[in-house]
DNA sequence: GGCGTATGCCTACATTGTTGACATGGCCAA
DNA sequence: TTGGCCATGTCAACAATGTAGGCATACGCC
């Protein structure tokens, strides 16, 4: 089933955040700043790559003329925002109705 | 870590919504109604047994006299309704801005 | 050349997700 | 009463996801 985790949509979410600039530690800076928890390096690298081989990423290797190690840069296709609004809709429908508990939002 | 899951968090709200019906036959028709993703019988009683034994949720046998066979009944203390604040905290904080790509709400 | 650092990739393991089978207890019809 | 049926609960096994930390490599700098 296509059912993705809670650490997958945050990767996935945080690759649209950083639009062009989507690499690895960018990607878990962009997490552990907004979210305030602690990722490691490693949780990062797999999940991107276990996203891309289900297809909710697509990656390129930066041309190495623009200085710097290379890197590889992230992209979500319209597979990936598909997935992400599904999984957000389920939290949605659920929460619904539970403001007074859970707080607004 | 604290960090839980997304049918964690799903099945957490389920039992808030539910009230004083929360036991797992309900807290799987509840997920199905609301989220149109089918859940099976085993991934909801596992999953109720775990968060139980990190202390996310409570469980009482309801008494035989009320008629028809016991049932485990099921509520969230604080403590539940706190690690769904925090996961839910944590995607909002990641999806703020992005309601041009994800769709507002 | 040698060092420090940033980046990528991998291995190993823990936790969570999912399925299907088996057990048990009450209800109903014969 | 007994036998079958259904709803509920529990378990065992496995798949997918989450997490930590190590190794390798490439670049800049001294």
Redesign the interface.
Known sequence: MS?????E??IL??V??LDRGAYAPAVRAE?EQ????SVSRGAVYITLDRLESKGLLLSTMAEADEGGRQRRYYQVPAKG?RA??R?????????D??EP???K?
Request: net charge positive; glycine share 12%.
């Open positions: 059912a993705i985790g809670e650490f949509v945050l979410m945080a649209l955040r997490i907004r979210t305030g928890r925002v992400i609004k999984t957000l809709a389920a939290l949605e429908q659920m929460r109705g539970l508990i859970l707080g939002a």
